[in-house]
């Protein structure tokens, strides 16, 4: 049997794709709008979306769609409940970030906790320029050094942080889930986490149990020196909760890579926001090049391992 392979937005992956070593013919779109879903997959055995929503409305109407795969780790936009419930495989990519997205929380961290941007202002506003000595103490510093890293979300990625955080001479904590009502070895009660950290960063997937895990609540148990980086998903942070720890100097500052809504076509609060201390990057985090090409190898493998009916990754 032929595959008709479709990937609905290739224009999200800027490096070259083998092509697999079965039969099949192979379908790109640059990009595919909600409305042409359906005309997209019309013929498709097997559908590639990095972030494409394939619902279960949708899903109904391809049965002859047999396997997802995710050009990304998260699933949050495939209706996992009906692909198991119809016989749909969904497999996804792992751990091809693990070196790019603990880079960018870094960059993000020490951005932040030294006050770069905050310093370029001032260097370009005049201030250095007008000082009495060789330096300039406008902005405060902090060391990452002996300072407190939490972590909420420990798959891959949250100890490929942790593991850059001790080599900074970073204390680690190790979140256990919000509301867990027993804490396992080496992971520590969430609220301590809030309370205790410098630096919260996380790693944790989009779902209904941890959309906006982090709100008024939990910025009320963080320090006033505190930060709060996110490179997972919008969702996972109320955002106008965010807008008004930042604005009211209840935390220190944030680092985000991503919105609730993106694009954000019309518009977020968070991009408003002209302060120094916040820091907003365009989803980029998992995207050098290097993690681009492992993604797009393992997105191929996964897909050949399914027609060998050995499917892998399977979400």
């Known amino acids: 049997m032929t595959q ?10 800027i490096v070259n794709m083998r092509k697999p070593s079965f039969a099949h013919r192979w379908q790109d779109f640059e990009q595919t709008q909600p409305e042409q879903v359906l005309a997209h997959l019309k013929d498709a055995t097997i559908a590639i979306t990095n972030k494409v929503k394939l619902s279960g409305e949708i899903l109904a109407q391809t049965p ?25 495989v969904v497999s996804n990519i792992r751990n091809y970030a693990v070196h790019t997205l603990p880079e960018h929380v870094f960059m ?12 370029r202002q001032d260097v370009q506003a005049g201030l250095w320029q007008q000082a009495d000595q060789f330096c300039l103490f406008t902005q405060p510093i902090n060391d990452l050094y002996g300072s407190t890293l939490g972590i909420i979300g420990y798959g891959g990625l949250g100890k490929a942080v942790r593991t850059l955080a001790e080599a900074f001479g970073m204390r680690v904590l190790v979140a256990e889930h919000k509301g867990a009502s027993s804490v396992r070895e080496g992971y520590t ?4 986490v809030m309370a205790q950290s410098d630096v919260i960063t996380l790693h944790s997937p989009l779902n209904e149990a941890t959309r906006h895990m982090i709100s008024t609540r939990e910025f009320d148990l963080m320090k006033r020196s505190a930060i709060l980086i996110n490179t997972a998903r919008g969702n996972l942070v109320d955002e106008a909760a965010l807008e ?6 209840r935390i220190a500052g944030a680092g985000f890579d991503v919105l609730g809504v993106e694009p954000p076509r019309e518009g977020n609060r968070l991009l408003d926001l002209k302060l120094p201390n916040f820091i907003l990057t365009p989803h980029v985090a998992w995207g050098s090049r290097q993690a681009m ?8 493998d996964n897909i050949e391992a399914f027609v060998a009916g050995q499917p892998r990754n399977v979400v």
């Open 64 to 88: 002859q769609l047999k396997m997802i795969a995710a050009a990304a780790t998260g699933t949050d936009n495939i209706d996992l409940a009906y692909c198991r419930a119809h016989g749909i």
């Open 189 to 192: 009660d969430f609220d301590t």
């Open 293 to 300: 090409q492992i993604l797009a190898d393992q997105l191929v």
């Open 108 to 119: 993000l961290m020490l951005a932040l906790r030294r006050n770069l941007l905050a310093w």
């Open 4 to 13: 008709h392979i479709v990937f609905l937005d290739r224009n999200t992956l």
């Open 244 to 249: 008004t720890a930042l604005v009211s100097g």
